[in-house]
T-cell receptor
Framework: NAGVTQTPKFQVLKTGQSMTLQCAQD?????MYWYRQDPGMGLRLIYY???????DKGEVPNGYNVSRLNKREFSLRLESAAPSQTSVYFC???????????FGEGSRLTVL | GENVEQHPSTLSVQEGDSAVIKCTYS??????FPWYKQELGKRPQLIID?????GEKKDQRIAVTLNKTAKHFSLHITETQPEDSAVYFC???????????????FGSGTQLTVLP
């Protein structure tokens, strides 16, 4: 039982390059999320998926796209990376039982 | 939307002393208030939460209090230990069901350092 796994853990991109962050959970949760964490700004929601086949924008969606491939997987794509997207990205899933969020280990992205 | 403010941003205490972190929220409809702890280089993890139908909840050395009238809630850690050193995030939400997924809003975090 791995919980929430996300890849890659580290990535360096040049401005304008694209990449996809992958996330998978094995807890059979309906809801999945992508957050970014920046110093002094807490965790800000980028996109979320309340169930398979649905996605919705969070607080800071500009410059990102997501895909809920199936119940397990929720990917985040940067089509044309910008330095402002340098951040640590966390994927999470939620148990509706208690509302607890389970986070992945994080992906540190640097855009030069 | 919801706005959550968290204070202080940094807090240093001597081992054995108590630590208090405070949060305020703006949406009076919020009814679920979790606290997450993030150790250096690790993922955030839930440590305690409270729902609006109670005023206080305790779990060993940690407790959370909620004042719905004033729209603020606090985390209290007693008898602090070095392993309590971490970043703590408060959050507020309209609920815990899938339909309210969007409304979990986090505070900006508090770096707690427990000095030996």
């Amino acid at each position: 039982n791995a919980g929430v796994t996300q890849t890659p853990k580290f990535q360096v991109l040049k401005t304008g390059q694209s990449m996809t962050l992958q996330c998978a959970q094995d807890m059979n949760h309906n809801s999945m999320y992508w957050y970014r964490q920046d110093p002094g700004m807490g965790l800000r929601l980028i996109y979320y998926s309340a169930s398979e086949g649905t996605t919705d924008k969070g607080e800071v969606p500009n410059g990102y796209n997501v895909s809920r491939l199936n119940k397990r997987e929720f990917s985040l794509r940067l089509e044309s990376a910008a330095p402002s997207q340098t951040s640590v990205y966390f994927c999470a899933s939620k148990t509706e039982h208690t509302g607890e969020l389970f986070f992945g280990e994080g992906s540190r992205l640097t855009v030069l | 939307g919801e706005n959550v403010e968290q204070h202080p941003s940094t807090l240093s205490v001597q081992e054995g002393d108590s630590a208090v972190i405070k949060c305020t929220y703006s949406d009076s409809a919020s009814n679920y208030f979790p606290w997450y702890k993030q150790e250096l280089g690790k993922r955030p993890q839930l440590i305690i939460d409270i729902r609006s139908n109670v005023g206080e909840k305790k779990d060993q050395r940690i407790a959370v209090t909620l004042n719905k009238t004033a729209k603020h809630f606090s985390l209290h850690i007693t008898e602090t230990q070095p392993e309590d050193s971490a970043v703590y995030f408060c959050a507020a939400s309209l609920g815990i069901s899938s339909g309210s997924a969007r409304q979990l809003t986090f505070g900006s975090g508090t770096q707690l350092t427990v000095l030996p």
